[in-house]
């Protein structure tokens, strides 16, 4: 089908484009901008005077719940929120049941999202085999079938000498290793952030060096190797701050950062607020500082929703049982634009952060308009407030999530569950089909 988006404020950090004008779409491609090719006849034209027009949201880290975890959601059911909130792209962890270690289970969870047919499914394939840290995967088959990078997801690999030899194997086979830096030690039974918090409220904390040194670790063996790796949800401003060194000399290191951690901090977990819970845990206000910081400055690239949906059982238990995570793909944009709307970012450096960046980490196509480019996109109203309610959400299970207010507070309110959160930004369309091309 030939589709022309007529008169949307375009914004496309790859192409440094940040101007209002056409875009035309044929046969699932970017056509061009600005101007048709002669003979070119739309057979749809959407009005998008007053709206942006961007590329797809890549998201990098999003538990689907298939297989192995589907009443928690399904592939159909986050591909439907994922289209929903304008992200078309989404990278799979392998900590799936069964673990993404072989090319069986690969393949099928590429078919179910085919099939569900609203957002495009990568996947990150294991680092080591059933995700025991013991021995290694086999990556070049995970590779062959499509798999964008491999990972431990949140299971340690404790013993060096195994994450060394898999960062070996990766590079010579030209993967990226994704890593998630907590020491399990360190970490511990901890819940929470280790600080005054914590201790008020009598919970084990995790101390920011359950982080940093991870990250020590992990740079010295990048080094060693030379395997091109990305850390995923840093939660310190020491940790970005290493990586940031790191990047000075050259080692082919990238960080990405969630949206929670840009908003939010310990004290929000006060009153035992499960819809809180996450992992790396929320930190302080300086390290949030930090983080924004970054972000700004390039040093951390990307930003990822972390989407990683409970269900309600899963939340509703004192804080110490309840499981991590919140499920934030419907909110991941509105949340970006309070960023803009609090001066952290302008508008093209928070659409690039979801986009261009998140896409060369993958190394995928997406997170652009270029002419010939898959025609992902989104389009939506800066400017257009709306309430989050149970009923409106598009999971199949929303029981459980983060709920954030986003109106003139200066601090986050975190709303109960069904509670309602004002934002920003809603799609110009309330159909997934129609968040996207």
């Given at each position: 089908?030939?589709?022309?988006?007529?008169?949307?404020?375009?914004?496309?950090?790859?192409?440094?484009?940040?101007?209002?004008?056409?875009?035309?779409?044929?046969?699932?491609?970017?056509?061009?901008?600005?101007?048709?090719a002669k003979g070119y006849r739309a057979e749809r034209t959407i009005n998008a005077r007053g709206l942006h027009v961007i590329p797809g949201l890549v998201e990098l880290s999003a538990r689907l719940g298939e297989p192995g975890y589907t009443h928690k959601g399904t592939i159909a059911s986050e591909t439907r929120a994922a289209a929903a909130g304008g992200v078309t792209t989404l990278c799979c962890p392998p900590d799936t049941l069964p673990v993404i270690d072989t090319p069986?289970?690969?393949?099928?969870?590429?078919?179910?999202?085919?099939?569900?047919?609203?957002?495009?499914?990568?996947?990150l394939g294991a680092l080591t085999r059933e995700l025991k840290g013991e021995l290694l995967a086999g990556m070049g088959g995970l590779r062959q079938v499509g798999c964008v990078g491999v990972s431990n997801a949140r299971v340690p690999v404790p013993n060096t000498e195994v994450m060394r030899r898999a960062m070996e194997y990766a590079a010579t086979i030209g993967m990226t290793v994704f890593l998630h830096a907590e020491d399990p030690w360190l970490a511990a039974q901890g819940h929470v952030h280790e600080g005054a918090t914590s201790t008020r409220m009598g919970l084990p904390g995790i101390p920011e060096t359950a982080e940093t040194i991870s990250v020590a670790r992990d740079l010295l063996l990048i080094e060693q190797?030379?395997?091109?790796?990305?850390?995923?949800?840093?939660?310190?401003?020491?940790?970005?701050?290493?990586?940031?060194?790191?990047?000075?000399?050259?080692?082919?290191?990238?960080?990405?950062?969630?949206?929670?951690?840009?908003?939010?901090?310990?004290?929000?977990?006060?009153?035992y607020n499960s819809l809180c819970h996450v992992r790396p845990p929320l930190r302080g206000r300086r390290d949030r500082d930090g983080l924004r910081k970054a972000l700004r400055k390039g040093v951390v690239t990307a930003m990822c929703c972390d989407h990683q949906p409970q269900d309600q059982d899963a939340k509703k238990l004192p804080f110490d049982a309840t499981e991590p995570g919140v499920s934030a793909l419907e909110t991941w944009l509105p949340l970006a634009l309070r960023l803009v709307e609090e001066g952290v970012l302008d508008m093209a450096a928070a659409i690039a952060a979801m986009t261009a960046a998140p896409a060369e980490i993958l190394g995928i196509e997406g997170g652009t308009l270029s002419e010939g480019a898959a025609a992902d996109l989104c389009v939506f109203d800066a400017n257009a407030q709306w309430i989050l309610t149970e009923d409106i959400l598009l999971r199949e299970d929303a029981r459980s999530r983060l709920l954030y207010a986003a109106g003139r507070r200066r601090r986050p309110r975190i709303g109960l569950s069904g509670g309602p959160a004002h934002f920003r930004g809603a799609p110009a369309a309330p159909s997934p089909r129609d968040s996207y091309c």
């Amino acid at each position: 089908m030939r589709i022309a988006i007529s008169g949307g404020h375009v914004i496309d950090p790859a192409n440094n484009i940040d101007a209002v004008v056409d875009v035309f779409i044929d046969g699932g491609r970017i056509a061009a901008l600005g101007r048709a090719a002669k003979g070119y006849r739309a057979e749809r034209t959407i009005n998008a005077r007053g709206l942006h027009v961007i590329p797809g949201l890549v998201e990098l880290s999003a538990r689907l719940g298939e297989p192995g975890y589907t009443h928690k959601g399904t592939i159909a059911s986050e591909t439907r929120a994922a289209a929903a909130g304008g992200v078309t792209t989404l990278c799979c962890p392998p900590d799936t049941l069964p673990v993404i270690d072989t090319p069986a289970v690969v393949e099928l969870i590429h078919q179910r999202a085919t099939a569900s047919g609203r957002a495009r499914v990568v996947c990150l394939g294991a680092l080591t085999r059933e995700l025991k840290g013991e021995l290694l995967a086999g990556m070049g088959g995970l590779r062959q079938v499509g798999c964008v990078g491999v990972s431990n997801a949140r299971v340690p690999v404790p013993n060096t000498e195994v994450m060394r030899r898999a960062m070996e194997y990766a590079a010579t086979i030209g993967m990226t290793v994704f890593l998630h830096a907590e020491d399990p030690w360190l970490a511990a039974q901890g819940h929470v952030h280790e600080g005054a918090t914590s201790t008020r409220m009598g919970l084990p904390g995790i101390p920011e060096t359950a982080e940093t040194i991870s990250v020590a670790r992990d740079l010295l063996l990048i080094e060693q190797t030379g395997v091109r790796a990305h850390f995923g949800r840093l939660s310190t401003s020491r940790s970005v701050a290493m990586v940031a060194e790191a990047r000075r000399r050259g080692l082919p290191v990238t960080a990405d950062v969630s949206i929670q951690h840009l908003h939010l901090i310990d004290e929000d977990v006060a009153g035992y607020n499960s819809l809180c819970h996450v992992r790396p845990p929320l930190r302080g206000r300086r390290d949030r500082d930090g983080l924004r910081k970054a972000l700004r400055k390039g040093v951390v690239t990307a930003m990822c929703c972390d989407h990683q949906p409970q269900d309600q059982d899963a939340k509703k238990l004192p804080f110490d049982a309840t499981e991590p995570g919140v499920s934030a793909l419907e909110t991941w944009l509105p949340l970006a634009l309070r960023l803009v709307e609090e001066g952290v970012l302008d508008m093209a450096a928070a659409i690039a952060a979801m986009t261009a960046a998140p896409a060369e980490i993958l190394g995928i196509e997406g997170g652009t308009l270029s002419e010939g480019a898959a025609a992902d996109l989104c389009v939506f109203d800066a400017n257009a407030q709306w309430i989050l309610t149970e009923d409106i959400l598009l999971r199949e299970d929303a029981r459980s999530r983060l709920l954030y207010a986003a109106g003139r507070r200066r601090r986050p309110r975190i709303g109960l569950s069904g509670g309602p959160a004002h934002f920003r930004g809603a799609p110009a369309a309330p159909s997934p089909r129609d968040s996207y091309c």
